[in-house]
């Protein structure tokens, strides 16, 4: 470890984050369109809870992910954090307009202790802001807007193919002019995910 001692010390940029107890209730992903969260996805992450040793291999293995709308009641908590504290904070902080900020990311948290009235608390876990996907359909118009708003060239295509069918149908709701289609990769990916400023959120 001691080779380790710069990236822990100082400036150094690793975060020695304490266990939490709550992990077995899983890892819940709140996916963001700029300052706004458009869904979540809840997962059971087994990686770090060894399994009773009658159960079979397999019972090791992370559960599916679970989609959610951005209005599912059992992260609305979280979602109002989301909207009215932490990432406006971390754009004051920063000082990142809205409008650079990534048409999607997503921010994971682990459960942390409860309140003295039993309310959920979060804990940052990570903040991912490329390979994203995949992400909750219902999600799909947001992202599709804020990627043809985001980039002249982008904004005169019709459809765009970021994540299939869905995506595409989004983004042909947006009703730009030229009814052309595009690949992705004739897209400028900068201004899909622009810059890292979320990761400001760990600073608050």
């Known amino acids: 470890m001691s080779r380790c001692h710069i ?4 400036d150094g940029k690793i975060i020695d984050q304490a266990f939490q107890p709550r992990l077995p209730e899983g890892m819940i992903r709140c996916y963001l369109t700029q300052n ?3 869904g979540f996805g809840h997962q059971l ?3 770090l809870i060894p399994p009773p040793a009658a159960e079979h291999p397999g019972a090791a293995q992370p559960g599916p992910r679970i989609m959610h709308a951005a209005d599912a009641q059992p992260f ?3 979602r109002e954090k989301m909207e009215r504290e932490w990432v406006p904070g971390m754009q004051t902080l920063l000082d990142i307009p809205t409008a650079s900020l990534p048409a999607l990311c997503d921010a994971d948290f682990l459960y942390g ?3 003295e009235d039993g309310s959920d608390t979060y804990v940052l876990c990570e903040i991912n802001a490329s390979s994203v996907a995949p992400y909750p359909d219902s999600a799909a118009p947001k992202v599709a807007a804020a990627v043809l708003a985001a980039d002249p060239f982008c904004h005169q295509a019709a459809l765009i193919s970021l994540r299939g069918a869905a995506v595409q149908r989004s983004a042909a709701e947006v009703r730009n002019p030229c009814n052309r289609q595009i690949s992705w990769d004739a ?3 900068a201004s899909f995910v622009r810059g890292t400023g979320i990761a400001g959120l ?3």
């Open 45 to 47: 992450v087994k990686a």
């Open 76 to 78: 609305q908590r979280l």
């Open 113 to 115: 202790p409860k309140t």
């Open 187 to 189: 897209c400028d990916r």
């Open 36 to 38: 706004e969260v458009v």
């Open 202 to 204: 760990l600073a608050l």
């Open 7 to 10: 990236y822990f010390a100082g």
